[in-house]
Every structure is written in C-alpha cells, then in structure tokens.
C-alpha cells in the first residue's frame, strides 16, 4: 500500500496537541516477534520494530511511514515531476 492510497484516509485521522498538527502514523505494517537463543537454546522473546520516518506531504501534512514507503514515496513524487 503506497502513500498515495493511504493519504485519504489520513484526513480525518490527523491529531492535533495545542493547536500544532502531529504527525500521523499511516502504514499497514506491524512489528515482527521471535525468540532470541542463546548458546543454552534459552529463549527469549524479541521484537523487531519498524523503521518509522517522518515524511511531509506536498500540502504540507506530516505523516509517519516506514522507511520502504517513505523511499517509495519519494520515488513516486520525482516520477511525477517527469
């Protein structure tokens, strides 16, 4: 799901914290669990979390996506421009 898909639904999602628009989280993505094992085999459980960037929209909107939309995005954008 690109940004531009995801953008219609953020215009009613944005936040607002005295009067300044925060930036809102815009991906379909979750963290990844697994274990992490020891020379013993001992397991601990372990999360991978997102790499999530801030990206601003052309009209302004700041939205935050992780880092394969947000370099997608912005390949899409310098299409555009073409």
Sequence with gaps: MTLLGVYDKLNNVETQKGGIIMA???????????NR??????????????????????????V?????????YKKDMKSVEE
Excluded: Y
């Excluded at 001992?42 to 700041?62: M, P």
């Design 24 to 34: 809102s989280k815009a991906t379909s993505r979750k963290p990844m669990f697994g």
């Design 37 to 62: 094992r020891s020379h013993a085999l001992n397991a601990t459980r372990h999360v991978q979390k997102l790499n999530l960037q801030n990206v601003t929209l052309e009209d302004g909107t700041k």
């Design 64 to 72: 935050k996506v992780s880092a394969r939309e947000a370099k997608r």
